[in-house]
């Protein structure tokens, strides 16, 4: 039995320990379905979505790029299955490491959870933050006639977005409501003009395999097929909302039909923002190559052309600037989805136990946040050097091949980490769950294959999967709690 000494002992020991944890906790009731509804819009940055995408799509399925989005549509909801399923189970501030913990071991959680933070978000937000130095570029040369480096601009969405998330989550989810809702406004603006004045050019055929152009039924499925894999893209980002939970009031209905809600409206969005481009351009294999070509090229990205059609300069500056915005707020989702990650592995004793302190006043994982942006001007950097190696030079040249490079690899982990989220929900749901799931794993398997456009990102995949497991193996993640 233990003596009055003992018993004030543990009892001050177990305040403390209360104390440490109520310290480090993340804020609650911060937001709803609203907060996951828009953090997921923006993590799939439309607009910035359409202006990088639609060229390949089109170069691959050409007329039928519509159908392609929507067979995408379809397909992506499977996947989404998983996250909906896990999401309604569980509530956890690093979800991906948590949802696969929880139905196929630590192990294999540990392993997802450095997959999708370290390799997939860190790589993800470097991407995304010479995207946006890029398309700042871009943007000042289609409205300005001018050209500016893009290197000024690198630190712009790092910095801003950092100091918003400092903050804590309300301004991260007011600026993504009126960033996304900017986006929604423009997008639905460019559909219904598209509509009225080519109202005569409406046409079943982009909704056929007809729009392929291609002579045999194995050819037009590989043009849809191709389309698929570049459409699949469009929807990078959508499950940000899942590293929130621990903040919405109720996350069990809010994440799962937020992040739903959100990815679905995106789908019928591109497609008919993909069919509008299509009505633009006509229905022709030979104007449709010619957009392709265009967007492959020096000028005015063709898409940013489409808009000025009906609004005239203005139009174009207009969209220019929304793209640029639509850069920031996928940052900005990403970077807060990344920090919690770190942050939730962290009190779980996965990683170094500093990362998982908050703001003493805004409940902000600040030391994560400051961890995730290091890594990330880190790989920027790395990124650019890998872009100097393989040859490519000039400002705006290699600017672009850097986005390029740190695109391509930061897929290939996505697919990855979404992927064991399928596996488990495989295991842990019921029959129609399970198919659904086999069906979004297929995808995603098929999604991979296509994607390694270069021997070297497998091998790197390799490696670093090598050494997730190596360390963990070790015995480093683990720590008395």
């Known amino acids: ?268 969005i591109y497609i008919l923002v993909t069919y509008s481009i299509i009505l633009n351009t006509g229905i022709s294999y030979s104007s449709l190559n010619k957009f392709v070509s265009e967007a492959s090229g020096t000028g005015v990205n063709p898409v940013y052309t489409l808009m000025g059609k009906y609004m005239g300069h203005i139009g174009i500056t207009i969209f220019s600037f929304t793209v640029i915005l639509s850069v920031f707020a996928c940052y900005l989702a990403t970077l807060n989805a990344t920090a919690r990650m770190f942050y939730g592995m962290a009190r779980e004793g996965q990683l170094p136990k500093v990362l998982e302190k908050t703001h003493s006043k805004y409940k902000s994982p600040h030391t994560s946040l400051y961890f995730s942006t290091g890594l990330t001007a880190l790989v920027i950097i790395l990124t650019y050097v890998a872009a100097i190696i393989l040859g490519y030079r000039g400002r705006i040249g290699l600017t672009y091949n850097a986005m390029q490079i740190g695109y391509a690899i930061d897929s290939l982990y996505y697919v990855i980490s979404l992927a064991l989220l399928s596996v488990s929900a495989i295991k842990s749901s019921k029959p129609i769950g399970k198919v659904i799931s086999i069906i979004g794993l297929s995808i995603l398997a098929i999604t991979f294959y296509y994607s390694i456009v270069n021997i070297y990102y497998l091998v790197a995949i390799i490696i670093s999967s090598v050494l997730i497991v190596i360390y963990y193996a070790s015995g480093l993640p683990y720590r008395k709690r």
């Open 1 to 268: 039995m233990f003596n009055k000494k003992e018993k004030f002992v543990a009892s001050l020991f177990t305040r403390c320990k209360m104390g440490e944890s109520e310290k480090n906790r993340l804020a609650k009731d911060v937001t709803s379905f609203r907060g996951s509804f828009f953090n997921s819009f923006a993590g799939q940055a439309p607009t910035y979505s359409v202006a990088g995408g639609a060229a390949f799509i089109i170069s691959s399925a050409f007329a039928s790029a519509p159908l392609a989005m929507l067979l995408t549509l379809i397909g992506v909801l499977s996947i989404i299955y998983a996250i909906y399923y896990l999401s309604k189970r569980y509530v956890h501030a690093a979800s991906f490491y948590a949802y696969v913990s929880k139905t196929l071991g630590t192990s294999a959680g540990f392993f997802n959870g450095i997959t999708y933070a370290l390799f997939y978000s860190i790589i993800g937000l470097a991407s995304v933050a010479i995207a946006f130095a890029y398309l700042t570029t871009e943007g000042l040369y289609a409205s300005f006639n001018i050209i500016i480096n893009p290197l000024y601009f690198l630190a712009i969405p790092v910095i801003i977005a950092f100091l918003v998330a400092y903050f804590g989550l309300k301004p991260s989810i007011r600026s993504e409501v009126v960033l996304a809702s900017i986006e929604f406004s423009i997008l639905i603006i460019f559909i219904v003009l598209s509509f009225i004045f080519n109202y005569s050019r409406i046409s079943v055929v982009p909704f056929t395999l007809k729009g392929t152009f291609t002579k045999s039924l194995p050819s037009s499925i590989s043009a849809i097929s191709g389309g698929l894999v570049f459409a699949i893209t469009y929807f990078m980002g959508f499950e940000v909302s899942t590293q929130i939970s621990e903040e919405v009031k109720n996350p069990k209905r809010d994440i799962p039909i937020g992040t739903l809600f959100a990815t679905t409206l995106m789908g019928l």
